[in-house]
């Protein structure tokens, strides 16, 4: 649709074509990172800039304790989201959630006072709750 818009207000065919080139190259590289995932976030109670209440697509990783949202159609815009703890889990009630299955899972995080969800298929349930499943390893004695 965007592509058609910009080919009737008159940009040059080469533009069009070479931004839907950077587009789908943006799109399969950030398919080929490390933990990637597609799914659907949203803030649940507080505030955190770039985010909403409503559900807005996009493509989610872990680096750390720290979730990068890309946000769809264009994937050009990343959200970084530092997490404190993950807070809950459930499934997805009927129609909540669009294309990500038929039930998906929802994922409940604190990050800084707020509490944004995640969802995604089922199955990518280990890449939504990243690094913070794991129990922090015992600390070792120096004896």
Same mark, same amino acid.
């Not at 070479?18 to 507080?46: M, N, Y």
């Given at each position: 649709?965007? =592509?058609a818009?910009?080919?009737?207000?008159?940009v040059?065919? =080469?533009?069009?074509?070479? /931004?839907?080139?950077?587009?789908?190259? &943006?799109?399969?590289?950030?398919?080929?990172?490390p933990?990637? /995932?597609?799914?659907?976030?949203?803030? #649940?109670?507080?505030?955190?800039?770039?985010?909403?209440p409503?559900?807005? &697509?996009?493509?989610? &990783?872990?680096?750390?304790?720290v979730l990068?949202?890309?946000?769809?159609?264009?994937? /050009?815009? #990343?959200?970084?989201?530092?997490?404190?703890?993950?807070s809950?889990? &459930?499934?997805?009630?009927?129609?909540?959630?669009?294309?990500?299955?038929?039930?998906?899972?929802?994922?409940? /995080?604190?990050?800084?006072?707020?509490?944004i969800?995640?969802?995604?298929?089922?199955?990518?349930?280990?890449?939504?709750?990243?690094?913070?499943?794991t129990?922090?390893?015992?600390?070792? #004695?120096?004896?």
């Amino acid at each position: 649709m965007l =592509i058609a818009l910009l080919v009737a207000l008159g940009v040059d065919l =080469i533009v069009v074509v070479g /931004f839907a080139a950077l587009v789908l190259g &943006r799109k399969r590289w950030l398919k080929r990172q490390p933990g990637e /995932f597609a799914g659907a976030i949203r803030v #649940s109670s507080g505030d955190i800039d770039g985010l909403s209440p409503k559900w807005k &697509r996009g493509s989610g &990783r872990w680096v750390r304790d720290v979730l990068v949202w890309n946000k769809a159609p264009l994937m /050009f815009r #990343s959200e970084l989201v530092a997490v404190d703890r993950l807070s809950g889990e &459930r499934q997805a009630h009927d129609g909540e959630v669009k294309r990500l299955g038929d039930t998906p899972v929802v994922v409940e /995080f604190t990050a800084d006072g707020a509490k944004i969800e995640v969802a995604a298929k089922t199955e990518h349930r280990a890449l939504v709750t990243g690094p913070l499943v794991t129990p922090p390893a015992p600390a070792r #004695s120096h004896t």
